[in-house]
């Protein structure tokens, strides 16, 4: 089945940087690439994806990038904010049936203001 | 658009009763609905898949009848905890998505405490 890292598992960071997240995926059958966001409590809000026929998309402050044969996925987000603490998980879907995601173990993400 | 509720958001109950988690979409019709599990401070652990009207595909290690799911109609799912032990204190997620949609919903998510 699909594997998927994700790194780093914590990263902290002033406000006003930049954070990078990374995650690779074992499976080269994937073509679903979701970023999720989990504030303490809650359940997960998607807030960027990207499909495997496209290697970058921005949304504001947020971009993902996908290397489809290296087999990694990175999550960029610029001009951090102290509401973007939270943690960050990356998942993968096998293309087909009910795109079932794969997650990864999730970045804990401390903007200090 | 795209709301997926979940109630209740938290429940404590007593050792050997059970508990209903319900789990709505509540704009749009959910072909398929998800359960999760997550422990604190890891990922989400997928436990069960239903579909409409079909009976729930559990994930290996899952015993389904001690996670009992009910996908009865295109906007509600059941998730039933029977005879819960402290062990199954957790939060309790659902996700939903609609047919063809690579994206799935996800819910608040429900804790829940066993003494």
């Known amino acids: 089945g699909e594997n998927v890292e994700q790194h780093p598992s914590t990263l902290s960071v002033q406000e006003g940087d930049s954070a990078v997240i990374k995650c690779t995926y074992s499976?080269?059958?994937?073509?679903?690439f979701p970023w999720y966001k989990q504030e303490l409590g809650k359940g997960p809000q998607l807030i960027i994806d990207i499909r495997s026929n496209v290697g970058e998309k921005k949304d504001q402050r947020i971009a993902v990038t996908l290397n489809k044969t290296a087999k990694h996925f990175s999550l960029h987000i610029t001009e951090t904010q102290p509401e973007d603490s939270a943690v960050y998980f990356c998942?993968?879907?096998?293309?087909?049936?009910?795109?079932?995601?794969?997650f990864g173990r999730g970045t804990s993400l401390i903007v200090h203001p | 658009g795209a709301v997926v509720s979940q109630h209740p958001s938290w429940v404590i109950c007593k050792s050997g009763t059970s508990v209903k988690i319900e789990c709505r979409s509540l704009d749009f019709q959910a072909t398929t609905m998800f359960w999760y599990r997550q422990f604190p401070k890891q990922s989400l652990m997928l436990m069960a898949t239903?579909?409409?009207?079909?009976?729930?595909?559990?994930e290996q290690g899952v015993e389904k009848d001690k996670f009992l799911i009910n996908h009865a109609s295109l906007t509600l799912s059941t998730l039933t905890v029977t005879s819960a032990h402290p062990e199954d204190s957790s939060f309790y997620i659902c996700?939903?998505?609609?047919?063809?949609?690579?994206?799935?919903?996800f819910g608040p998510g429900t804790r829940l405490t066993v003494t």
């Open positions: 996700s939903a998505s609609f047919r063809g949609s690579y994206e799935q919903y």
């Open positions: 239903s579909n409409e009207g079909s009976k729930a595909t559990y």
């Open positions: 998942a993968a879907s096998l293309s087909g049936g009910s795109y079932i995601p794969t």
């Open positions: 499976d080269s059958a994937s073509n679903y």
